[in-house]
């Protein structure tokens, strides 16, 4: 089993910028990808961003390219989402999520945090 909690979620105005946190716990961090995904009120759940096991490789979903940089720190068990010029459509739950595929945790992660709530105003 692998842990997560997310913070750093909060409310942001339109251009403003957040940075979110995922702390893990209960397995060796560097063995999983880790990745992002959100959800708005009344939506699927999104993908957001992807890093690989040693932060060499990431991807990104198009709604959020050059303004969201996903790190982490292997370390410290921990993912960053960086969320630059937020904008209103950003808002929602934001999840991070792991498993040990770079491929699976874009599509079906084996585990998930408990997610955060940003909200960007207008």
């Known amino acids: 089993q692998v842990q997560m909690v997310e913070s750093g979620g909060g409310l942001v105005q339109a251009g403003g910028s957040l940075r979110l946190s995922c702390g893990a716990s209960g397995r060796t961090f560097s063995n999983y990808a880790m990745g992002w995904f959100r959800q708005a009120p009344g939506k699927e759940r999104d993908f957001v961003a992807v890093?690989?096991?040693?932060?060499?490789?990431?991807y990104y979903a198009d709604s959020v390219k050059g303004r969201f940089t996903i790190s982490r720190d292997n370390a410290k068990n921990t993912v960053y989402l960086q969320m630059n010029s937020l904008k209103p459509e950003d808002t929602a739950v934001y999840y991070c999520?792991?498993?040990?595929?770079?491929?699976?945790?874009?599509?079906?992660?084996?585990?998930w945090g408990q997610g955060t709530q940003v909200t960007v105003s207008s």
């Open positions: 890093i690989s096991r040693g932060g060499g490789t990431t």
């Open positions: 999520a792991a498993d040990p595929s770079y491929t699976m945790v874009r599509v079906s992660p084996s585990y």
